[in-house]
């Protein structure tokens, strides 16, 4: 019971609890005491569960085929959101969409409809009138429109970063509970199209509270097999750290993806299948033909599922715009259906239904499922057909949403650290909720995936740049306000181009950079100057190294900033005389064939080059004493193309290589070789469209190695998938490892093996059908040295025999791969030209996660380098100008990661906390031990007399539904809030609420401080 003194603070200071989830917890409010509700589903089976109340009524004797009328609203696609939303000539509108099935559902009580995407949900409601909401509330408390998912968008399993995905629930979930309250609370996540299925997927959907998930597809060799052994259901232990059941998630894989079966689909895109006439005295009566075909498409689905329910999927892309037509052709089948079923004996009953009550009627029948701990990856619809391109394609938007996650993170704390000033200030009205929105719609699964056509891609670029836009004035506004001073700050987004107008044009200028993490960081910054000598000075005063590298057009500025916890350091730097430095230039090194060797280092790494080829060949590293040879280049496969034996070409899903042997993009590299005491890098020249930077900087104790390839040459009529490729003399036994969504791991197994977990592959592509989506990093190691890639974006990977590593950077792609999107992924415009970076680690097996957590950790969430001119006006008169902050009074332990802070309402904040090692994982340190934290601290804005009260409290999260596995144990009583002892056990994150005031100050352009 969790309804302790926390909750009774929660409720009597009016916050709403807000939760894991999400919005999880936001949704659903105070939940209902846990042993009550265990009494309820143990001493009364068959009662409904809360939230099941309102199911319909089953013949517990027959077969029920419960019929799921949906519509699959794409957020994006072939048509950009607003075309989908509108509709126009020759396309459906999801508006019409809406207002047809709400009037259908109006018009005869027994009908139901599940409904997903709140991208366009939201959207439609705030277009209603009082009536029209008044009448859908009615229907949502009813039962009768259910949601399923309630994210903003069905998101993407591949490509997505964990946090995002989090993010994009948690503002549907949100508008659900702030919408309907608890009648809206979606029980059931509903991914019937995302092309593949991760863990980490279903371990946050069973944390937010799911009681099960649907999905749609899956490999064509494990759906056969599962149909033959009855296990198209079964219970997912998705995570290795958490203790069963918290990850454990009631899976249920469709029959039949999510189409309607064949000859029964009712809606104007359906091609020919015609309507029900059930008339006797017709000639063009078919009811008999339909009715047989209906019976027969149902007995043999039952074979295939274990209890005496199944469902069907009754509807499509975009279906219901004539609500009417779907709907009164299901009402006459099911009149028709029950009235055989009365007549002859037939066991079948059909019945309007939803998701929810069908998983109701299995969760029911008590039986024992089986259970499965690995992925749904990869994906294949057929033979030769495996859908691991779209882990790489379109590399540059893959970017732009991984650097926008990072920045919407820095929007929001910014503003729950500096509400209501970051609002309103200086520089006008900015907030986070567009950029929000923005990142959410990003993480469909056409978006983030890169499979939607060019001008979709375009809009989606434009979205997260207008949420950025907003965002910069919040910053601004922040800083102000936090700092004392009225700087006209800017961002630099074009510093990956070493493009920043400011810093290449001023003598002076100061450099902010905000740490969005708990904890301390010291990081390299690289800023584009005019030439010349800079002096850098910290901000107590203090000058720091910098050195100026490179030479016109743009020399670039390095210095070593420190900045503290969830706060910001400024940085002023001054132009001074050229004698007191030089600009370091990079130098051709003359290679000849049998000449030496190259080396950089510094106090932890020395990387070694060979002289005769230009490419990496050695990596030490020297306290651990840990020496790796390899050999590090990029190769291309050659794009299939559709002709001779084989019918499917590579495109924007599909990775289809020609051959299996990738062709290398050069045999050697033209190198040079720039050293200064800040940084020692090696550039090397691949071809004419591919290049990198071996990078080591002072102190780093990874090699970074920066990337950039494109355009890539199309002349030859051949498409291309670049990868960047690491060989290495290390017996890895079969095995490598890849990140789920950024989180936990998977250990997968390479190509020799052609392997599974849970069937016996059989393998039609040895290279595509062993890529693995890579978020954050894959791994290799022989049992005592690990080699870790970090990657900056979402790719593919995999290692395709011992030792060898590979990902994929880049693609283009002459074909359509004829999976919808009805284009090529030529990608002529901005796309591209691509740079990105891998961090390489090489380290001892034990404290491998140490390293590749920590850093990860800061690449997601790197500092913001905020820029501004000298010479500002104070916030206000009397206002204290401030060079350093920080948000926190102590830092987090290292095992711990603030994953969201975030203003909720007026007077509340958003808090969650990640245990961010998994059991077992780092034997150096003992980070992957559970940790306990003191939550009652009083946070500290310098010099402001800010008053505040934090109060904190959580909400368990018990899914209503237990479903039981082999070996499953009881789900563990959640013990009462107590912020002064907040534990966190390996790979747990807990969501808090918290209320705060923040002192009341308006800005006004007087400059006087307003106490309101
Ligand atoms: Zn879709």
Redesign the pocket.
Known sequence: DDSGAMTALGRASGVRVGGWGDAGRAMRGPPPPLPVLFVVLVAAPGTRAAGYETCPTVQPDMLNVHLLPHT?D?VG?VKTVDQYYYGGKHLVAVKNILDSVISALRAEPSRRFVYVEMAFFSRWWHQQTNATQQAVRELVRQGRLEFANGGWVMNDEAATHYGAIVDQMTLGLRFLQDTFGDDGRPRVAWHI?PFGHSREQASLFAQMGFDGIFLGRMDYQDRELRKKKREMELVWRASASLQPPTADLFTGLLSNAYDPPKHLCWDLVCDHDSSMVGDPFSPEDNADVLIDHFLDVATKQWQSYRTNHIVMTMGGDFHYENAHMWFSNLDKLIQLVNAEQQASGSPVHVLYSTPACYLWELNKANLTWSLKEDDFFPYADGPHQFWTGYFSSRPALKRYERVSYNFLQVCKQLEALAAPAANVGPYGSGDSALLEEAMAVLQH??AITGTSRQLVADDYARRLAAGWGRCEVLLSNALARLSGSQEAFSICPELNISVCPLSQTSARFQVAIYNPLARKVDRMVRLPVSAGAFLVKDPSGHAVPSDVKGQKPSPELLFSASVPALGFSIYSVSRVSLRRSKTHIPQPISQKPGSAVLNIKNEHIRATFNLETGFLMQIEDLEQKLVLPMNQSFFWYKAGTVGQKISQSSGAYIFKPQQQKPLPVSDSAQIHLLKTPLVQEVHQNFSAWCAQVVRLYRGQRHLELEWTVGPIPVGDKWGKEVISRFDMPLDTKGYFYTDSNGREILKRRDRKKNYRPTWNLNQTEPVAGNYYPVNTRIYITDGKKQLTVLTDRSQGGSSLQDGSLELMVHRRLLLDDNRGVGEPLLEEGSGSWVRGRHLVLLDAVGTAAAGHRLLAEKEVLAPQVVLAPSGSALYHPGATRQLQFSGLRRELPPSVHLLTLARWGPQTLLLRLEHQFARGEDSGRNLSSPVTLNLQVRRQVRKERETERERERENPHPSLLGFPSPGTTPTPTVPPLDPASITLQPMEIRTFVASVQWEEFAWSHGGDPVQA
Do not use: R, S
């Open positions: 699959h794409d696609w199209d699964h056409d």
